[in-house]
């Protein structure tokens, strides 16, 4: 799970600095770039947090936070390709 990538996708999106999206979701800077430079996994409280100061649900993140290469066993990953060539960017496109 590539948690950190999700969150500065839709961060970006927003147009929100990293201060920004920490002072938002009551998180210190250093807590929130942990998280984004992947050192530390956000809690499931701070994951809702982050959500609702980006004005999504925390479910989406979660799905942009699947990481195929990594998180599957190749008959998982080849099944998922197959059936989802641009899971990513559907996912994505979700977010308005």
Do not use: C, Y
């Not at 996708?9 to 990293?18: G, M, W, Y």
């Not at 080849?78 to 977010?95: N, Q, V, Y």
């Amino acid at each position: 799970m590539n948690w950190g990538k999700a969150i500065v996708d839709i961060r970006k999106k927003r147009q929100l600095t990293q201060s920004q999206l920490a002072q938002k979701a009551g998180l210190s800077d250093a807590a929130l770039s942990a998280i984004e430079t992947e050192k530390s996994r956000p809690s499931e409280e701070n994951l809702k947090k982050i959500a609702a100061s980006l004005d999504t649900d925390p479910g989406v993140i979660t799905l942009l936070a699947v990481n195929p290469e990594t998180d599957m066993n190749e008959e998982a990953r080849a099944k998922f390709h197959e059936l989802f060539p641009d899971f990513h960017k559907l996912i994505f496109s979700t977010i308005r």
